[in-house]
């Protein structure tokens, strides 16, 4: 069968919005551990429409995610897709779930944590209770396994993705944010984004698909297949250079207003993200000036 777990992370848009209890902005102030009991309680008793992983998240990171079944079927695999996400745990993506906002990400108005060293304390209590996929045990069975995350996630699962070194099966790790031993790790590397097309969002996603391309039909990691990545790799990097267009006041007010309406729950530091990976120009606290005459101080 040669199967194939493939972990990629959640996005913050979704098909539809969530209820307001299932934001975590709507968590009571108290310790790590009783939000994240009651924010398990909530999700067991949502009352909303329930549907599958699949359906509820949406963007282009996102397709691309969900495409990479397809690259590692032609590549000799049979693929099984599943989503790590600040809200849900590990979970497949065939598994039904309510809208939710939550995320990792400390300043944003949903992080389930107040800093990055907190993460892993709150995804270790979503392992316990509620009932998330275990990655280690999930490799393991399949002998392989192949997680594209953020550096952001990645230092959430820290402690899976230690175990998951530990059990010795062929593991690649694209992005993530440290080298572990055991582990076949490719960081992110934005001097491939012009032969990998896209924005920085969507690099790990589309790294892990070139290399899925680059595999030996039906083996994760080969040192022929490591060999044609490198030479690959070298062959077309470009290290960026940002020669980003200025804008007026007015085209930056205009971007804000159009973003906000797609995204209502990006915060401001990534929306001039957003704007700079489109090749635009906008002075830090320019930028601030104008969000928050146009949105409000949030």
């Known amino acids: 069968m040669n199967e194939l777990p ?22 009571p102030a108290a ?3 009783e939000r994240a009991v009651e924010w398990a309680r909530r999700l067991r008793t949502a009352q909303g429409r329930q549907v599958a992983l699949g359906e509820l998240y949406q963007g282009d990171q996102w397709r691309r995610a ?5 690259v590692a079927s032609r590549a000799g695999f049979a693929p099984r897709l599943y989503v790590a996400s600040a809200g849900l745990g590990l979970q497949p993506v065939s598994s039904l779930a309510p809208s939710y906002a939550a995320t990792f990400l400390p300043r944003h108005a949903d992080s389930v944590a ?9 995804w270790d209590h979503l392992q316990r ?5 275990n990655l280690p045990r999930i490799a393991k069975a399949a002998g392989q396994v192949l997680v594209v995350l953020s550096e952001t996630y990645a230092q959430a699962m820290h402690r899976d993705l230690v175990a998951l070194a530990a059990t010795g099966v062929d593991t690649v790790l694209i992005g993530g944010a440290s080298d572990l031993d055991g582990v076949l790790r490719v960081p992110a590397n934005a001097a491939l984004r012009g032969a990998l097309g896209g924005t920085l969002t969507s690099l790990n996603v589309r ?3 070139t290399w899925l391309e680059h595999c030996t039909r039906g083996r994760l990691i080969t040192p022929a297949a490591q060999a044609r990545w490198k030479a690959w790799a070298d062959q077309v990097a470009r290290p960026e250079r940002y020669a980003r267009q200025p804008m007026s006041d007015q085209s930056v007010i205009d971007f804000i207003k159009e973003m906000k309406d797609l995204h209502p729950d990006y915060s401001r ?3 001039l993200r957003l704007l700079r990976d489109q090749g635009m120009a906008c002075e830090q606290k320019r930028f601030a000036d104008l969000y928050t005459s146009t949105i409000g101080p949030r």
């Open 207 to 209: 790294t892990a698909a």
């Open 129 to 133: 209770l509620d009932a998330t996929s």
């Open 6 to 27: 493939i972990v990629v992370t959640c996005t913050d848009r979704k098909t539809s919005s969530p209820e307001p209890a299932l934001r975590a902005r709507e968590l």
């Open 31 to 33: 310790d790590l551990p």
């Open 114 to 122: 107040s800093s990055t060293s907190q993460a892993p304390a709150w």
């Open 269 to 271: 530091t990534r929306l």
């Open 66 to 70: 969900a495409a990479l079944t397809t």
